[in-house]
Protein backbone atom coordinates (compact mmCIF):
# COMPACT_ATOMS: atom_id res chain seq x y z
CA UNK A 1 0.00 0.00 0.00
CA UNK A 2 1.47 3.35 -0.90
CA UNK A 3 0.69 6.86 1.20
CA UNK A 4 1.18 9.70 -0.33
CA UNK A 5 3.32 12.34 1.40
CA UNK A 6 0.86 15.41 -0.52
CA UNK A 7 -2.09 13.80 1.21
CA UNK A 8 -0.84 13.64 4.74
CA UNK A 9 1.42 16.51 4.61
CA UNK A 10 -0.58 19.53 6.47
CA UNK A 11 -1.88 17.18 8.67
CA UNK A 12 1.28 15.67 9.91
CA UNK A 13 2.34 19.48 10.08
CA UNK A 14 -0.19 20.75 12.04
CA UNK A 15 0.18 17.95 14.59
CA UNK A 16 3.87 18.39 15.01
CA UNK A 17 3.26 21.95 15.65
CA UNK A 18 0.77 20.87 18.51
CA UNK A 19 3.29 20.04 20.48
CA UNK A 20 6.81 21.41 18.82
CA UNK A 21 7.08 23.99 21.77
CA UNK A 22 7.15 21.08 24.41
CA UNK A 23 10.49 19.96 26.15
CA UNK A 24 12.39 16.95 25.54
CA UNK A 25 11.70 16.11 28.93
CA UNK A 26 7.90 16.76 28.65
CA UNK A 27 7.23 14.78 25.12
CA UNK A 28 8.83 11.74 26.99
CA UNK A 29 6.75 12.02 29.90
CA UNK A 30 3.67 12.65 27.98
CA UNK A 31 4.11 10.03 25.44
CA UNK A 32 0.30 8.38 25.68
CA UNK A 33 -1.36 11.84 25.97
CA UNK A 34 0.26 13.46 23.38
CA UNK A 35 -0.05 10.23 21.29
CA UNK A 36 -4.26 10.27 21.77
CA UNK A 37 -4.22 14.26 21.17
CA UNK A 38 -2.56 13.60 17.65
CA UNK A 39 -4.69 11.07 16.94
CA UNK A 40 -7.61 12.30 17.46
CA UNK A 41 -6.62 15.44 16.19
CA UNK A 42 -6.16 13.71 12.68
CA UNK A 43 -9.43 11.75 12.64
CA UNK A 44 -11.83 14.28 13.85
CA UNK A 45 -9.97 17.17 11.08
CA UNK A 46 -8.69 15.30 8.39
CA UNK A 47 -10.70 11.50 7.43
CA UNK A 48 -13.39 12.39 9.07
CA UNK A 49 -13.41 15.57 7.24
CA UNK A 50 -14.30 14.64 3.62
CA UNK A 51 -14.81 17.52 0.83
CA UNK A 52 -18.47 16.00 0.18
CA UNK A 53 -21.66 18.32 -0.07
CA UNK A 54 -23.55 17.94 2.76
CA UNK A 55 -26.94 15.85 2.22
CA UNK A 56 -29.89 16.39 4.46
CA UNK A 57 -31.34 13.41 4.44
CA UNK A 58 -35.43 13.23 4.92
CA UNK A 59 -36.85 11.71 7.98
CA UNK A 60 -39.00 9.41 5.74
CA UNK A 61 -35.70 7.95 3.91
CA UNK A 62 -34.37 6.96 7.11
CA UNK A 63 -37.40 5.15 8.69
CA UNK A 64 -37.24 3.12 5.31
CA UNK A 65 -33.95 2.76 5.85
CA UNK A 66 -34.55 0.98 9.64
CA UNK A 67 -37.56 -1.12 8.24
CA UNK A 68 -35.25 -2.62 5.32
CA UNK A 69 -32.04 -2.84 7.65
CA UNK A 70 -34.20 -4.77 10.13
CA UNK A 71 -35.57 -7.00 7.64
CA UNK A 72 -32.04 -7.34 5.50
CA UNK A 73 -30.74 -9.28 8.89
CA UNK A 74 -33.78 -12.25 8.90
CA UNK A 75 -30.79 -14.66 8.41
CA UNK A 76 -31.55 -18.04 7.01
CA UNK A 77 -30.18 -21.34 8.14
CA UNK A 78 -26.89 -20.29 6.84
CA UNK A 79 -23.45 -20.89 8.24
CA UNK A 80 -21.40 -18.94 5.41
CA UNK A 81 -23.87 -15.72 5.33
CA UNK A 82 -24.46 -14.10 9.36
CA UNK A 83 -26.15 -10.92 9.24
CA UNK A 84 -26.23 -8.50 11.86
CA UNK A 85 -27.29 -5.03 12.54
CA UNK A 86 -24.47 -2.53 13.64
CA UNK A 87 -26.15 0.15 16.02
CA UNK A 88 -25.08 3.10 18.56
CA UNK A 89 -27.01 2.34 21.37
CA UNK A 90 -26.63 4.17 24.65
CA UNK A 91 -23.39 5.77 23.20
CA UNK A 92 -21.67 2.78 22.12
CA UNK A 93 -21.81 0.88 18.80
CA UNK A 94 -22.29 -2.66 18.95
CA UNK A 95 -23.78 -5.85 16.89
CA UNK A 96 -27.36 -7.58 17.28
CA UNK A 97 -29.13 -10.26 15.35
CA UNK A 98 -32.88 -9.39 13.97
CA UNK A 99 -34.29 -12.02 17.01
CA UNK A 100 -32.84 -9.40 19.70
CA UNK A 101 -34.88 -6.63 18.82
CA UNK A 102 -34.54 -3.01 18.45
CA UNK A 103 -34.63 -0.39 21.84
CA UNK A 104 -36.18 3.28 21.91
CA UNK A 105 -33.06 5.36 21.23
CA UNK A 106 -31.62 2.70 18.72
CA UNK A 107 -29.98 4.26 15.35
CA UNK A 108 -28.89 1.72 12.74
CA UNK A 109 -25.38 2.60 11.59
CA UNK A 110 -25.05 -0.71 9.02
CA UNK A 111 -26.25 -3.54 7.67
CA UNK A 112 -23.45 -6.19 8.15
CA UNK A 113 -22.45 -9.89 6.78
CA UNK A 114 -19.65 -12.17 7.42
CA UNK A 115 -19.00 -14.76 4.81
CA UNK A 116 -15.86 -16.41 5.15
CA UNK A 117 -14.35 -17.18 8.08
CA UNK A 118 -10.29 -15.65 7.61
CA UNK A 119 -8.07 -13.71 8.72
CA UNK A 120 -8.39 -9.85 7.15
CA UNK A 121 -5.60 -8.43 5.26
CA UNK A 122 -7.19 -5.10 4.05
CA UNK A 123 -10.35 -3.39 3.37
CA UNK A 124 -12.63 -1.17 0.83
CA UNK A 125 -13.86 2.14 1.10
CA UNK A 126 -16.78 2.20 -1.39
CA UNK A 127 -17.81 6.09 -1.72
CA UNK A 128 -20.93 6.12 -3.75
CA UNK A 129 -23.36 9.80 -4.79
CA UNK A 130 -26.15 10.40 -1.61
CA UNK A 131 -28.93 9.72 -3.99
CA UNK A 132 -27.63 5.86 -4.45
CA UNK A 133 -26.45 5.46 -0.66
CA UNK A 134 -28.40 3.01 1.84
CA UNK A 135 -31.02 0.76 0.42
CA UNK A 136 -29.61 0.51 -3.66
CA UNK A 137 -26.23 0.29 -2.75
CA UNK A 138 -26.90 -2.40 -0.36
CA UNK A 139 -28.85 -4.29 -3.19
CA UNK A 140 -25.38 -4.37 -5.48
CA UNK A 141 -22.89 -5.27 -2.61
CA UNK A 142 -25.15 -8.10 -2.42
CA UNK A 143 -24.66 -9.38 -5.97
CA UNK A 144 -20.95 -8.42 -5.61
CA UNK A 145 -19.62 -9.68 -2.22
CA UNK A 146 -21.67 -12.16 -0.70
CA UNK A 147 -20.66 -15.00 -2.84
CA UNK A 148 -18.96 -13.82 -6.00
CA UNK A 149 -15.47 -12.54 -4.85
CA UNK A 150 -13.36 -15.61 -2.46
CA UNK A 151 -11.34 -12.48 -1.46
CA UNK A 152 -14.95 -10.74 1.09
CA UNK A 153 -14.83 -11.86 4.16
CA UNK A 154 -17.22 -9.39 5.61
CA UNK A 155 -19.14 -6.52 4.28
CA UNK A 156 -21.11 -3.55 5.56
CA UNK A 157 -23.53 -0.51 4.12
CA UNK A 158 -23.86 2.45 5.87
CA UNK A 159 -27.55 3.92 6.52
CA UNK A 160 -28.38 6.83 4.03
CA UNK A 161 -27.02 10.05 6.51
CA UNK A 162 -23.59 8.19 6.84
CA UNK A 163 -23.55 6.71 3.20
CA UNK A 164 -23.71 9.92 2.26
CA UNK A 165 -22.28 12.64 4.39
CA UNK A 166 -18.76 10.46 5.23
CA UNK A 167 -15.98 8.70 4.19
CA UNK A 168 -17.81 5.37 3.37
CA UNK A 169 -21.07 4.54 2.01
CA UNK A 170 -20.00 0.97 2.78
CA UNK A 171 -16.71 -1.01 3.73
CA UNK A 172 -15.37 -4.76 2.23
CA UNK A 173 -13.56 -6.31 4.33
CA UNK A 174 -11.03 -8.68 2.32
CA UNK A 175 -8.39 -11.63 2.71
CA UNK A 176 -6.05 -10.58 0.47
CA UNK A 177 -3.77 -7.66 -0.08
CA UNK A 178 -4.45 -4.66 -2.07
CA UNK A 179 -2.28 -6.02 -4.90
CA UNK A 180 -3.79 -9.32 -5.23
CA UNK A 181 -5.27 -10.61 -8.41
CA UNK A 182 -8.35 -11.25 -6.41
CA UNK A 183 -8.78 -7.50 -4.98
CA UNK A 184 -7.89 -5.91 -8.78
CA UNK A 185 -10.99 -8.10 -10.14
CA UNK A 186 -12.99 -7.33 -7.22
CA UNK A 187 -12.44 -3.68 -7.60
CA UNK A 188 -13.01 -3.68 -11.61
CA UNK A 189 -16.50 -5.75 -10.76
CA UNK A 190 -17.11 -2.88 -8.14
CA UNK A 191 -16.61 -0.35 -10.43
CA UNK A 192 -18.91 -2.14 -13.59
CA UNK A 193 -21.62 -2.69 -11.38
CA UNK A 194 -21.83 1.10 -10.05
CA UNK A 195 -20.97 2.39 -12.97
CA UNK A 196 -22.13 6.36 -12.93
CA UNK A 197 -22.45 6.36 -9.00
CA UNK A 198 -19.50 5.76 -7.66
CA UNK A 199 -17.98 9.59 -5.75
CA UNK A 200 -14.53 10.34 -6.97
CA UNK A 201 -13.20 12.30 -3.98
CA UNK A 202 -10.07 12.01 -2.14
CA UNK A 203 -10.13 9.60 0.98
CA UNK A 204 -7.55 11.24 3.81
CA UNK A 205 -4.73 8.44 4.23
CA UNK A 206 -6.26 5.80 2.13
CA UNK A 207 -4.88 4.28 -1.43
CA UNK A 208 -7.49 5.34 -4.16
CA UNK A 209 -7.79 1.81 -5.65
CA UNK A 210 -9.99 3.22 -8.59
CA UNK A 211 -12.65 5.82 -8.56
CA UNK A 212 -14.83 6.20 -5.46
CA UNK A 213 -13.04 3.29 -3.97
CA UNK A 214 -10.31 3.73 -1.69
CA UNK A 215 -8.34 0.99 0.34
CA UNK A 216 -5.83 0.11 2.47
CA UNK A 217 -3.96 -2.67 4.15
CA UNK A 218 -4.79 -3.93 7.56
CA UNK A 219 -1.90 -4.52 10.11
CA UNK A 220 -2.02 -7.87 11.53
CA UNK A 221 -3.38 -8.80 15.10
CA UNK A 222 -0.51 -7.91 17.79
CA UNK A 223 0.24 -4.74 15.67
CA UNK A 224 -3.09 -3.88 16.07
CA UNK A 225 -2.92 -4.75 19.72
CA UNK A 226 0.02 -2.46 19.89
CA UNK A 227 -1.52 0.59 18.14
CA UNK A 228 -4.38 0.15 20.09
CA UNK A 229 -6.91 -0.58 17.46
CA UNK A 230 -8.90 -3.83 16.05
CA UNK A 231 -10.98 -5.06 12.47
CA UNK A 232 -14.05 -3.09 14.22
CA UNK A 233 -12.18 0.29 13.94
CA UNK A 234 -12.59 2.25 11.39
CA UNK A 235 -9.71 3.11 8.62
CA UNK A 236 -9.48 6.27 9.74
CA UNK A 237 -9.01 4.86 13.41
CA UNK A 238 -6.31 3.02 12.19
CA UNK A 239 -4.37 5.96 10.01
CA UNK A 240 -4.89 8.23 12.69
CA UNK A 241 -3.01 5.53 15.12
CA UNK A 242 -0.34 5.44 12.99
CA UNK A 243 0.42 8.55 12.14
CA UNK A 244 0.37 9.54 15.84
CA UNK A 245 2.85 6.91 16.44
CA UNK A 246 5.18 8.50 13.24
CA UNK A 247 4.32 12.26 14.45
CA UNK A 248 5.22 11.31 18.31
CA UNK A 249 8.52 9.72 16.95
CA UNK A 250 9.11 12.87 14.94
CA UNK A 251 8.75 15.07 17.83
CA UNK A 252 11.00 13.31 19.72
CA UNK A 253 14.05 13.41 17.05
CA UNK A 254 13.43 16.89 16.83
CA UNK A 255 14.23 17.73 20.27
CA UNK A 256 17.15 15.35 20.36
CA UNK A 257 18.83 17.10 16.99
CA UNK A 258 19.20 20.30 16.29
CA UNK A 259 18.75 19.88 12.36
CA UNK A 260 15.72 17.74 10.94
CA UNK A 261 15.20 17.81 7.01
CA UNK A 262 12.22 17.57 5.28
CA UNK A 263 14.14 14.05 4.23
CA UNK A 264 14.46 12.99 7.33
CA UNK A 265 11.10 13.36 8.78
CA UNK A 266 10.06 11.09 5.80
CA UNK A 267 12.57 8.86 6.59
CA UNK A 268 10.91 8.87 9.97
CA UNK A 269 7.49 7.80 8.83
CA UNK A 270 8.73 5.50 6.77
CA UNK A 271 10.59 3.69 9.84
CA UNK A 272 7.10 3.57 11.80
CA UNK A 273 5.48 2.14 8.42
CA UNK A 274 7.89 -0.29 8.14
CA UNK A 275 7.16 -1.35 11.90
CA UNK A 276 3.78 -1.24 12.74
CA UNK A 277 2.08 -2.28 8.98
CA UNK A 278 4.59 -4.50 7.84
CA UNK A 279 6.57 -3.92 4.32
CA UNK A 280 3.68 -3.53 2.36
CA UNK A 281 3.06 0.25 3.31
CA UNK A 282 5.29 2.60 1.85
CA UNK A 283 5.09 6.65 1.87
CA UNK A 284 5.46 8.13 -1.45
CA UNK A 285 5.71 11.71 -3.00
Not at 248 to 274: C, N, P, W
Request: include cysteine; charge should be positive.
Amino acid sequence: MNISWNNISTCFNACFRMHSSKSLHDIKRCKDDIQLSIKSHIYTHYYRAVPRTETLVSTDTMEQWNTYAFNAVDNPDSRWDIRKLQLHRAGQNKFITKGEGLLEGDKIISIYHKVRDKPLKSRINVVVASDYAGISLYEVLKQACSSASPAVTKWKVMNPDLGSNGPDSAVIYCSSELGSAELISLAAKLSELLEGKLENIPVFGLQKFAAGLYACDLPSSHIQTALGVSDNNSAGEIISAILAKACYGTLKYSKEHRHMSASTVKDIIQKYFSSYPGDSWHLID
